[in-house]
């Protein structure tokens, strides 16, 4: 796996989303947006399109304009299908593993 994987990417947006639920907290983009995860936005937005189709988050919309797709975060939560993944997933227990040895779960922290 890479620091751009996909997965290890999802396990990041996932675990800062769930953290913020767990303390009462308002997601902030700076920890959570393609910046905070060193990613290009077009691939950042495709992953946040794919976590909200599979119903891992809510609060969002997805913008399209002009052929130009972006997120427009309105109240951005993990939902509990988005914490059963994040814990039962074998793919996302990968990617924790990865980032345990890389020290970068949360992003920003």
Not at 85 to 97: G, H, P, R
Request: hydrophobic fraction near 40%.
């Amino acid at each position: 796996m890479a620091k751009n994987d996909y997965f290890v990417v999802a396990y990041r947006i996932l675990t800062y989303l769930y953290e913020c639920f767990k303390a009462g907290e308002r997601p902030d983009i700076d920890f959570y947006g393609a910046d905070a995860l060193k990613i290009n936005n077009g691939y950042w937005v495709n992953i946040m399109e794919s976590l909200y189709k599979e119903g891992c988050i809510t609060g969002i919309s997805i913008i399209k304009s002009a052929g130009i797709q972006g997120i427009k975060a309105m109240d951005l939560k993990i939902t509990q299908k988005g914490i059963e993944y994040l814990q039962e997933n074998s793919v996302m227990a990968k990617a924790k593993d990865f980032l345990k040895t890389a020290k970068e779960i949360i992003p920003g922290a």
